[in-house]
């Protein structure tokens, strides 16, 4: 295979030295640098070392290689934890497998030296036992019995007299004996606790543990999983869902999927009502949470709220299904239930919308403070048999943006 010969560059400024950096910067006026530059740009521009990529790594660098500052984002320590991944999970692979090598070696120990006391237990048991009937044997004279029981037919009356006089000397000693042989007995009872049923629930009991181990694994993960995916958002759900009530005319919707948001834009050239909804089927399966920031403080007033399925033309302005901003109106999603009640446009404000169509409930709060919590009143509350669409309207002659910024639903 023919090798591409590496060309060396010189440092224009100095040339003793070769260029081995790129530069990566806003104020790129010359990409490539030495070492020798690097050093006077840190000491006397106050560059910092993340504005410079090695060159030899870009040229050598594998598919599993993160740069430390590349490509340029807002928070380097996404990039920081990236680099995490780079390393194979042996040692997490080894260290799982010495935990459980290490706990199976000590369960099986415990459950040997158990095994081995129970075994013990029984052979003294067995031992006890035996000296039970050795006692049992003697208290009852049961060869003498067996030898009076002997009966030779000449003499039989004889016989009979003496076993009459042999039964009622051990008549009397009925307390005696009941004594002796009770408290042999309860000896016996005393050691003898095991029982092959103790020994299944010992069984049942462990993997039941075990069972529940691994369940308390799982769930934690999938609440893990369910904190990220909060986090994160379903946003992209709504891409493409958007339309325009009919009596809406000029707003346009822009949907940045780098940005992660989707822009709803009104121009100030039509004093006629917009109305934008998003064909997305909110459910009372479910429960829904959406997120919007006012980029700045629109003139009259905006409705955020829900619209029917089966009637997309319905206006938020005569439903009530939503709550007004920049004019405050009790009417529309006045129903305090924590805090004040609030209304106001500011840039940059960020309000948070909560849909509980199975319990009737559209709430809208202050976020992230949630000092204050308002509602729909009870008359206009929500139908649980219905589906609805997130609606926004707007109304004016203004000109405005609000960003949708995080759409998230969580199954009941």
């Known amino acids: ?38 050093l006077q740009e840190c000491i006397f521009q106050k560059c910092q070392i993340q504005d410079f990529i090695s060159l030899k790594t870009i040229k050598t660098c594998d598919q599993s290689h993160v740069f430390m500052n590349w490509p340029p984002i807002n928070d380097m320590n996404i990039l920081k934890d990236f680099q995490k991944f780079q390393q194979p999970n042996c040692q997490i692979i080894t260290e ?46 049961k060869d003498k019995l067996k030898s009076l029981c002997n009966f030779k037919t000449q003499n039989i009356y004889n016989e009979l007299d003496v076993l009459n006089k042999f039964i009622s000397e051990f008549m009397k000693k009925k307390d005696q004996n009941s004594k002796i042989l009770n408290e ?14 103790d020994l299944q ?18 769930l934690k993960k999938k609440s893990r999983q369910s904190l990220i995916q909060q986090q994160l958002g379903q946003l992209d759900s709504l891409f493409g869902t958007y339309g325009l009530s009919e009596f809406s005319i000029t707003s346009e919707v822009i949907e940045n ?44 007033y905006i409705i955020l709220g829900l619209i029917n399925q089966n009637n997309v033309n319905s206006s938020l302005d005569y439903t009530f299904k939503g709550k007004k901003f920049g004019k ?12 004040n009640l609030f209304g106001q446009i500011k840039k940059d404000q960020i309000i948070e919308m909560r849909v509980d169509i199975q319990n009737k409930k559209l709430e809208f709060l202050d976020y992230p403070d949630y000092e204050n919590i308002n509602e729909i009143h009870d008359k206009y ?9 997130l609606a926004i309207f707007l109304c004016g002659k203004f000109q405005t943006c609000i960003d949708l910024l995080y759409f998230s639903e969580t199954q009941k």
């Open 1 to 38: 295979m023919e090798i591409e010969e590496q060309i060396n560059l010189s440092c224009k400024i100095h040339p003793i030295h070769n260029i081995s950096f790129l530069k990566i910067s806003e104020d790129n006026f010359e990409l490539l640098k030495c070492e020798e530059c690097i």
């Open 328 to 339: 405050k109106d009790k009417e529309y999603g006045g129903k305090v239930v924590k805090g």
């Open 201 to 218: 629930q010992l069984g049942q009991s462990i993997l039941k543990q075990i069972d529940e181990f691994i369940e308390s694994i799982s």
């Open 257 to 300: 999927i780098n940005e992660n948001k989707i822009s709803i834009l009104k121009k100030n050239n039509c004093i006629q009502p917009e109305q934008i909804y998003f064909e997305y089927n909110l459910t009372n399966e479910k429960t829904y949470i959406f997120r919007f920031r006012f980029n700045d403080k629109a003139g009259d």
């Open 381 to 389: 509350q929500l139908n649980k048999n219905c589906t609805y669409y």
């Open 96 to 141: 799982i497998e010495l935990f459980f090598d290490n706990l199976i070696q000590e369960v099986v120990s415990k459950l040997e030296k158990e095994k081995k006391q129970m075994i013990l237990q029984i052979i003294s048991i067995n031992e006890q036992k035996e000296e039970f009937f050795k006692i049992y044997n003697l208290i009852s004279g």
């Open 184 to 197: 042999q007995l309860k000896r016996i009872q005393l050691e003898q606790i095991y029982e092959l049923e």
